[in-house]
């Protein structure tokens, strides 16, 4: 960087930043995150996960959750629809199109439902928005609450516990600025004082897991990673779709990476970016992912991936107890202001096959290699987002990224810089905020099929938890 002065004038950049205000609530992963999905739960898919089977290397895992925020006391009440076609589409050759396809169908209702699963190469009918069944036989035909298993593939439905683990409540507080910070502190630029956020309780955290207590519907599938071998990163993503008439199913629910929609999509456009496929995504939605910072100087305010290393460090967020340590090394090289939207666009998770079941590869390619139950995917975004997302603030200010507004740069107005400002939730205790491979959801993650833990049962019955005290 070539000044330093910037310091001074940070109190006054983070004081502005503070009395800002949204009503856009955060309904993350992607739980009950758009209009249409609301009111549906059984096509809302809260998150997918796409990992290599830790015990058996040659297999690939698919997990799909629906029916997200279900109530433990309510089970009966939760169900797959057998009017939806519930999908994973991968591409294993680079050009956003499937080339495998495995659809979900179910029949009855519980606690009787029965599935069929179907694996096809796409033909007609079988790629797009716009589908059809997949013709031929199933592979696999099961009942909901138990695992199948029918040749080389094995199947799993039902009610799970929700393995996905954020601070939700906290979030939403800082996005309509009545907090300021995920931890609450005081920052060693005197001038900016203190940042409104929760205590540390006794325990060594902070963290509220919004999500704590709260079932899901599960699909899980797996099968022979031999099926789609690519020596390229795969790229995977779910899809709900309803009946159309005439045999088709029209896609009105999709997930990709953690979060996507949740933070970069607005409410209004949701329902739009559901329908839309990962072949369109850079072309139509590439605007709302903002310019990542590089190694040159972006406008000449020492606006660098280093200057940005300098303010987060100064104002004390780099180290524990009020910040998380900065993910990226730092000699990280970039020069494509367009990282961001190259690791976000197409919306999909990328698993590169040929990767240990360990390596999460953190913005290697999108934001982690594949996704396990136990990834702490909301801290991966978080210390990403802080270090690489460029920020516009007013030229008077004299700090990096100040300066007329840019096209690509996030508005200072714009209170999710708050939110990832300290890169972590602080749900763990401090001793483990660094290890972002176990997110420390309330229940064991389970190394066999299907990988997920058991589901909250009713109220009062032995392994009963409750929902986490919210201080």
Known sequence: MRKKSYLLLLPLAFATILVLRTDQPARAADHREAPA?????????????????????SRLVLQMGVNPFANPAVQGGYKFSPDFLYQWKIDNNGDNLEDLV???????????????????????????????????????????????????VMGFAGPRDDPFVVDIGQLNRILNGTQDVFRGFTTPVAAVGALRGRPVRSDGTSGHDGFGGFNGSFIVVSFPKAWVATDRVMSIWGTVSAPLGG???????????????????????????????????????SNLVPDALT???????????AGRRAVLTALGLTALPNGAPLALPANFGNTNRNLLRVALLPDVLRLDLNRSSGDLAIGVFGLQNGRRPADDVIDILLRLARELADVNFPGALGV???????????????????AVLQGTDFYEPDAVVADVSDSGNEKAIPNTFPFLPAPHPLPGAEGTLGFPRNP
């Open 247 to 285: 045999g088709s199913y029209v896609q009105f629910e999709r997930m990709g990476q953690q979060v996507f929609s949740t933070v970069f999509v607005p409410g209004p456009l949701r329902d739009i970016f559901n329908a839309a496929v990962p072949s369109e995504d850079a072309a139509r939605f």
């Open 37 to 57: 999905v609301n009111g549906a739960g059984e096509g809302d898919i809260g998150d997918i996960f796409a990992f290599v089977d830790p015990t058996d290397a």
């Open 400 to 418: 990096p990224g100040s300066g007329p507004a840019r096209a690509g740069a996030l508005a200072f107005t714009d209170r999710r810089v708050l």
């Open 295 to 305: 190694t040159a100087d972006n406008d000449g305010t020492g606006n660098t991936i």
């Open 102 to 152: 495995v659809q979900v169908v179910f029949e009855g209702l519980p606690p009787a439902q029965t599935y069929r699963v179907y694996i096809a190469v796409p033909t007609a009918g079988l790629v797009g928005a716009v589908n059809v069944r997949a013709p031929g036989q199933p592979f696999l035909v099961g009942t909901t609450g138990v695992v199948v298993t029918a040749g080389d």
